[in-house]
């Protein structure tokens, strides 16, 4: 039977792409299994997105769309890239309860803001024949309820809020080949590598655009070096699985694919200049002449899977389900019968309750001070156990890593985590890549030190980075 509470899909949605102070808007709809292309536009906000008051763009926005004689009030949103924060974790095998607390703790010791500063949504991928890894992406919740004002302010319903970059290349899906997306925007490059079912990386480059005699062209040694670090930083299996190299954007992006494509046959990736979307690429059927941007993506893929992929927007409950959950006809009198039984039963088990707690709480009192002596001890115990270790793990491995950093203060650590099965995870800063891999390098030489992996890397220079080894001299098992 069908549910007619559940949430209908438009068949027809606004795509509104952000980026910077630009917006770009392209209406699509579906009839059957075959999206069509309405009405587009794009125009530029007066302020800083994330300063100026949501009303005043809200209503530079209404005029864009009021221009390009669009109407349509359910959008999909494609937020930058670069506001974007990324944690990259290894998935053991675990119930879904213990997975989803498992990634709860590393977002909270990964990410730089509490949970509750963050609209967090998780991309899997597999690895051929290695384990499961989970990709974290977040945005501030502060930067969602912005556009979420912005878009009321416009008089316009989300429907759906996600990366733009990740509606543009959606994640293959294993066994397929992966794929490295590149993203030339005004002002900056996004690099998106997606394989086996998730999103495996994404960075943004910047400052990659510059001018030459007034013409707009991306720097392609400087995007050559970050994807030769950024691929020498991948698991070899999903380094293997890589097999094209996507361009998209306008004209920066031509000559960029142009003086890219022989750095990347060096790397055994075919080039690819993206300047339509495929037929069937959005998971419906589009015209040739289509064009792959954000704003188009999101909304095509919304229509396609009732999802734009990554999703941003805080969950709400419709006024159907509201509805549906105060009223139900022709057992309003049943109900009611049964919460008169109800409470009667709710009255007795608390006379019950209120018996047997002034009994514990007459046992309490003949126990109370015994008790405060063990947590006393307990406490005691707990405060001073570490220092009783034999074996002064903590103390050799601070001493290996201060051996392997820099003595010129290069390469700093922010935290060191010790875990009781030998893993030592540390983050910190340093100056540039180089120093970071030569500490990287000294650390794999270092007697007791396996297993030296980078689970992050941001920034230039400075950067950020993430690694973690096992400690011991024993390998960890896969």
């Known amino acids: 039977m069908k549910d007619w509470f559940q949430k209908k899909r438009p068949l027809t949605v606004l795509g509104l792409a952000f980026d910077g ?3 770009d808007a392209a209406v699509v709809r579906r009839t059957n299994d075959t999206a069509e292309l309405g009405p587009c536009g ?6 800083d997105l994330l300063k100026v008051d949501p009303a005043v763009l809200g209503a530079e926005l209404r005029v864009v769309l009021d221009a390009a004689e669009i109407r349509e009030r359910a959008c999909v949103v494609a937020l930058p890239a670069e506001w974007a924060l ?31 500063a963050l609209r967090i949504a998780h991309s899997r991928f597999q690895t051929q024949g290695g384990p499961a890894f989970v990709t974290q992406l977040a945005i501030q ?21 996600t990366l733009g970059v990740t509606a543009q290349q959606a994640p293959t899906k294993p066994p397929g080949g992966g794929v490295v997306a590149l993203f030339v925007g005004d002002k900056n490059v996004t690099l998106l590598i997606v394989s086996g079912g998730g999103v495996v990386a994404l960075r943004t480059l910047e400052p990659a655009v510059q001018g030459e005699a007034g013409e707009t062209w991306v720097a392609a040694d400087l995007i050559g070096r970050e994807l030769r670090v ?6 070899p299996a999903v380094r293997d699985s ?16 142009a003086e890219l494509a022989p750095r990347a046959a060096t790397f055994g990736l075919k080039l690819e200049r993206v300047l339509q979307f495929a037929p069937g690429e959005l998971g419906v059927k589009v015209a040739t002449a289509t064009p792959p941007t954000a704003a188009v993506a999101t909304a095509g893929r919304y229509l396609a899977t009732a999802t734009a992929g990554l999703e941003f927007l805080p969950p709400r409950v419709s006024p159907w389900q509201q509805f549906a959950g105060k009223h139900s006809a022709g057992k309003l009198m049943l109900a ?38 063990l947590e006393t001890l307990q406490q005691q115990i707990k405060r001073f156990r570490p220092w009783y270790d034999d074996s002064i793990r903590s103390l050799s491995i601070l001493r290996r890593l201060t ?17 009781d099965s030998g893993t030592v995870i540390c983050t910190g800063t340093a100056s540039d890549n180089s120093a970071l891999l030569k500490a990287l390098d000294k650390l794999r030489a270092t007697a007791d030190i396996v297993d030296v992996q980078v689970d992050q890397v941001r920034g230039k220079s400075p950067l950020q980075f993430t690694f973690n080894f096992q400690w011991g001299g024993s390998p960890r098992q896969p």
Do not use: C
């Not at 794009?42 to 302020?47: A, D, I, L, M, R």
């Not at 998935?91 to 909270?108: H, I, M, N, R, W």
């Not at 890589?242 to 694919?257: E, K, M, N, Q, Y």
């Open 21 to 23: 102070a630009r917006i």
């Open 403 to 419: 051996e392997a950093f820099p003595e010129n203060g290069d390469v700093t650590a922010k935290t060191i985590e010790l875990r």
């Open 242 to 257: 890589l097999t094209h190299v996507r361009i998209f954007g306008g004209h920066a992006a031509d000559r960029l694919a």
């Open 86 to 116: 990324s944690l990259q974790s290894v998935l053991p095998e675990l119930s879904a309860e213990d997975t989803a607390s498992l990634l709860q703790l590393e977002a909270e010791a990964g990410f730089p803001y509490g949970l509750e």
């Open 230 to 235: 950024t691929l020498g930083q991948l698991n």
């Open 141 to 161: 919740r502060e930067h969602v309820e912005r556009i979420e004002a912005i878009l009321r302010a416009a008089r316009l319903t989300p429907v759906s809020i």
């Open 336 to 373: 009611a019968k049964l919460a008169g039984g109800l409470a009667v039963l709710v009255l007795l088990a608390f006379l019950v309750q209120q018996v047997q707690l002034m009994g514990l709480r007459s046992q309490w009192s003949g126990m109370a001070t015994k008790v405060k002596e």
């Open 42 to 47: 794009g125009g530029g906000f007066t302020g």
